[in-house]
């Protein structure tokens, strides 16, 4: 889930069926749903109906409640654990993301 890659990528990667790799990736979607997402996910401190209300005056998307993005971000070669900072690119970098509200104020960043 982490990589973004497709199910018969990993599939392949780890000589398992499509079907497995899925039932995997839903068990593990639903437990951090039921478990995790009720302790980590918390509203902004305004009122939880007014951000989707605000995201569909901006830019008419019904039902936001924030926007994710990432971006990787070049840095100089790390001398210890290297192999940690090099990205699908070959580059050398950190991984960003964000979560923004309408009016673009910041929600949630890690680095």
Not at 17 to 41: D, F, M, P, Q, Y
Not at 63 to 89: C, P, S, T, Y
């Amino acid at each position: 889930m982490g990589m973004g890659s497709q199910y018969h990528i990993n599939a392949d990667a780890h000589g398992l069926s499509k079907a497995t790799v899925h039932c995997c990736i839903k068990r593990v979607c639903n437990i951090l749903i039921h478990t995790l997402l009720g302790e980590e996910v918390r509203w902004p401190a305004a009122p939880a109906l007014a951000i989707p209300q605000l995201f569909m005056r901006t830019a008419n998307f019904p039902r936001i409640a924030g926007i994710v993005d990432g971006l990787l971000i070049k840095i100089d070669a790390q001398h210890n654990n290297e192999g940690a900072f090099v990205d699908r690119n070959g580059d050398h970098s950190i991984n960003i993301m964000v979560v923004c509200g309408s009016n673009i104020e910041f929600f949630y960043a890690s680095a």
